[in-house]
């Protein structure tokens, strides 16, 4: 029995990914692979797989397109969206085509760069981007608060990921202008948006165990989708989401199978980057060789 470490970060929305995982853990069920689940900080996914430390891991989209080299992509399960996400949302306090700063939180690098990609190809605008820890509302690295008086903690724009813009969500008072970075993409491209994706070290994407490990990724996430109702009932209050607003949130905005469009929206993004970028587009093999697992 080979062992298999899965990395990944226990949010409402990757939970119809993981849920029940950690019961195979040690036991062998899957094929033969021992599988073991690892909670990481988002940030920290990509560099655990390419360290080692996780076999695979559910990282941020943008790790393929920074460590080509080193990872590919195992199409077993994705967080994607195709249209409004809800919980990657630009808040401005100026029109959008007046930002010169966003202060962006610091759990989705993907998001960033989006972020970064959406407003020049929209407003052709190059805001400093601004690394935010928005749960304590302090700039990385400064340990001060963001405004410049009690009380004022919100920045003039703020880039907000994840379930904090449910949970924790700015006042929508001081921020009348807002984009939804989700449903911008589709509008400009017409392509779903990929935000994680399922990786392994590309030295190691022929291994039996990373291939056993791409199976069980993707019966789980099969076996969860038929089983979402329980899954939002079970998890959106442990997260503290209103029951309907998951509803809305895991069963029709996001999505987590990945397909033909889904493939072609991932190499969409990474021209973009490389465009904004001033690079040459490459079209390297992202793709793991299990690469029939996963996809429809």
């Given at each position: 029995m080979e062992h298999c470490t899965i990395a990944a970060v226990r949010y409402l929305n990757t939970v119809p990914l993981i849920e029940g995982l950690d019961e195979l853990g040690g036991t062998g069920d899957g094929g033969g692979v021992g599988v073991e689940l690892v909670l990481a900080a988002p940030s920290r996914i990509g560099a655990m797989v390419r360290a080692g430390e996780a076999d695979v891991?559910?990282?941020?989209?943008?790790?393929?397109?920074?460590?080509?080299?080193?990872?590919?992509?195992?199409?077993?399960?994705m967080i994607g969206c195709d249209g409004a996400t809800m919980t990657v949302r630009l808040f401005s306090s100026v029109p959008l085509e007046e930002i010169t700063e966003v202060y962006?939180?610091?759990?989705?690098?993907?998001?960033?760069?989006l972020c970064r990609v959406l407003l020049n190809r929209l407003f052709g605008i190059a805001p400093r981007m601004v690394e935010f820890d928005a749960r304590e509302r302090v700039v990385v690295g400064v340990g001060a608060r963001s405004g410049s008086g009690p009380g004022d903690e919100w920045p003039p724009a703020l880039l907000l990921i994840g379930d904090k813009v449910v949970t924790d969500s700015p006042p929508a008072v001081r921020y009348p202008y807002q984009l939804d970075l989700?449903?911008?993409?589709?509008?400009l491209t017409g392509l779903p948006f990929v935000y994680a994706m399922w990786m392994c070290r590309r030295d190691r994407a022929e291994r039996e165990n990373i291939a056993t490990a791409a199976m069980v990724l993707d019966r789980q996430r099969r076996h969860?989708?038929?089983?979402?109702?329980?899954?939002?009932?079970?998890?959106?209050?442990?997260?503290?989401?209103?029951i309907d607003l998951a509803r809305q949130y895991l069963s029709g905005l996001l999505r987590f199978t990945v397909g033909d469009a889904e493939k072609a929206a991932v190499a969409r993004f990474f021209a973009e980057i490389a465009a904004l970028e001033g690079k040459a587009a490459?079209?390297?093999?992202?793709?793991?060789?299990?690469?029939?697992?996963?996809?429809?």
């Open positions: 891991g559910l990282a941020s989209i943008i790790e393929a397109s920074d460590f080509a080299s080193e990872l590919v992509l195992i199409p077993s399960g962006a939180d610091t759990d989705s690098r993907t998001s960033v760069v989700g449903k911008a993409w589709k509008e969860n989708l038929t089983r979402m109702e329980w899954i939002i009932r079970e998890h959106a209050p442990r997260h503290r989401w209103p490459v079209a390297p093999d992202y793709w793991s060789r299990p690469a029939a697992v996963g996809v429809g």
